[in-house]
């Protein structure tokens, strides 16, 4: 069964983020906001919580340097040493500044690997699944704002009047 959802729609930004405010005041949580470009402070006006995006992309640049460091000391150190230039083959502190190049690479192509993997995880666009959005003007030059009254502690009739109250052009039900 798919739980009952609220979408007030605005046509301003300015005007959401007046309307985040307003309704996260009157203690109702916002479940998101669709909207057809960035709004700056939607984030605090809905209270989003900060993402923890930042600490995947580093331990996804540790697991690279880490991999890395493994691969340049087997491959060059353990498996077959090799006297290129005169450089000790039997240590890898003594060789680090030549193996620097392909740390920094394999740091960033897994980093930027499992971003990748991670925001198509996190925003569900993996093909083949159904777009999320519910309603197209939000692509273009709607502001949805999503509200599931299960979760509230107010009923849906005082939902949608404080969206209507808040400068809601239009309020939908899914």
Same mark, same amino acid.
């Given at each position: 069964? &798919?739980?009952?959802?609220?979408?007030?729609?605005?046509?301003?930004?300015?005007?959401?983020?007046?309307?985040?405010?307003?309704?996260?005041?009157?203690?109702?949580?916002?479940?998101?906001?669709?909207?057809?470009?960035?709004?700056?402070?939607?984030?605090? *006006?809905?209270?989003?919580?900060?993402?923890?995006?930042?600490?995947?992309?580093?331990?996804?640049?540790?697991?690279?340097?880490?991999? *890395?460091?493994?691969?340049?000391?087997?491959?060059?150190?353990?498996?077959?040493?090799?006297?290129?230039? @005169?450089?000790?083959?039997?240590?890898?502190? !003594?060789?680090?500044?030549?193996?620097?190049?392909?740390?920094?690479?394999?740091?960033?192509?897994?980093? *930027?690997? @499992?971003?990748? *993997?991670?925001?198509?995880?996190?925003?569900?666009?993996?093909?083949?699944?159904?777009?999320?959005?519910?309603?197209?003007?939000?692509?273009?030059?709607?502001?949805?704002?999503?509200? !599931?009254?299960?979760?509230?502690?107010? &009923?849906?009739?005082?939902?949608?009047?404080?969206?209507? !109250?808040? @400068?809601?052009? !239009?309020?939908?039900?899914?």
């Amino acid at each position: 069964m &798919s739980k009952k959802l609220i979408y007030g729609v605005f046509d301003d930004p300015d005007k959401t983020v007046a309307a985040g405010y307003k309704v996260t005041g009157a203690g109702i949580k916002v479940n998101t906001v669709y909207s057809p470009f960035p709004v700056h402070g939607i984030d605090d *006006a809905i209270q989003l919580p900060r993402t923890r995006i930042s600490t995947a992309a580093f331990m996804f640049g540790l697991t690279g340097t880490s991999l *890395a460091a493994l691969m340049t000391w087997y491959m060059l150190i353990y498996d077959w040493p090799m006297n290129i230039g @005169g450089k000790p083959s039997f240590s890898f502190a !003594e060789n680090f500044p030549s193996f620097v190049p392909v740390l920094f690479e394999c740091t960033v192509l897994l980093g *930027a690997h @499992g971003m990748i *993997a991670t925001f198509f995880f996190l925003n569900r666009l993996a093909p083949g699944l159904s777009p999320r959005n519910p309603d197209k003007r939000s692509t273009d030059d709607k502001f949805i704002m999503e509200i !599931e009254p299960a979760k509230q502690r107010i &009923s849906e009739s005082e939902i949608k009047a404080l969206l209507k !109250e808040a @400068g809601a052009i !239009e309020i939908n039900e899914n």
